[in-house]
């Protein structure tokens, strides 16, 4: 008898799990929808519809963090503070675990993206208080790697120490195991921190050529080209495509090798 009583539970539980994430992925595709719409002329009049319909706090959290970074995106900076202040940081938490699994895209744009292209537009103040917003979970998110190479970023852009360089080189070389973060998420934290990287060591003359393959796969990304772009870092020079010689003699059992830049694919549980 208990048995059953305990399948049926876990029967329920399961049934509830799964409408419940069937729920969030139908959010999720609006808020991606929603997102699409940058480049319109009506990005933020849809922004503010999803922020006004959607009945759930999380959500409608997640919308206002895309509408600032949408501001930034179009160098428009009217009602930013307001926005800011009315961004509720703490609701992005899981209260079960006090994690940010679900809503790691979220400090991504908190900690890196939105800040980025404040530093691009010379947007001193405000990029300060987005950090200054962000403040109040530092120690809550310490194990975050969201959080850790985005003060590292402002580490750079405030000139300050070594401006975030032996923590880019750890990343780049797998070595954030201590750290949380999404699967989906890691290879461009990696080419974040190999930009950042390229850019320090180019300004010191050195040679960057070890990290130029993942820097032609970033650049190649319309965030990797904003991200260049905001840091004042040259994009690589697209490859041409050889000519053929005015008389080929190819060997039919013959062919070519291939070479292809190889992202570095294991990623630490």
């Known amino acids: 008898m208990l048995i059953n009583v305990l399948m049926y539970a876990l029967m329920v539980y399961l049934m509830f799990r799964m409408f419940r994430l069937s729920k969030r992925n139908k959010k999720n595709q609006q808020l991606i929808k929603m997102v699409n719409t940058i480049e319109d002329e009506a990005f933020f009049d849809n922004c503010d519809d999803y922020i006004n319909t959607i009945q759930d706090m999380v959500f409608e959290n997640k919308a206002r963090i895309i509408k600032l970074w949408g501001m930034t995106y179009k160098h428009t900076y009217y009602g930013f503070e307001q926005l800011l202040e009315d961004i509720n940081i703490d609701c992005l938490f899981n209260p079960k675990t006090g994690g940010i699994a679900e809503n790691e895209d979220s400090f991504f744009y908190m900690y890196l993206a939105i800040p980025n292209m404040l530093y691009a537009d010379n947007e001193i103040e405000r990029k300060a208080m987005v950090f200054e917003k962000l403040a109040p979970y530092t120690d809550r998110l310490n194990s975050e790697l969201s959080k ?122």
């Open 148 to 269: 850790v190479i985005g003060l590292c970023c402002e580490k750079y852009y405030q000139n300050e120490g070594d401006r975030g360089e032996e923590f880019y080189k750890k990343v780049i070389d797998g070595d954030y195991g201590g750290y949380k973060y999404s699967k989906s998420l890691i290879g461009l934290y990696k080419m974040i921190c190999n930009a950042m990287l390229i850019k320090i060591c180019s300004e010191r003359g050195e040679d960057v050529s070890e990290y130029d393959g993942l820097f032609r796969s970033f650049a190649q990304t319309g965030v990797g080209k904003r991200w260049c772009k905001a840091i004042d870092l040259e994009l690589p020079a697209e490859e041409e495509p050889e000519e053929p010689a005015d008389e080929p003699e190819t060997d039919a059992e013959t062919v070519p090798e291939e070479t292809e830049t190889e992202t570095e694919k294991k990623e630490e549980e």
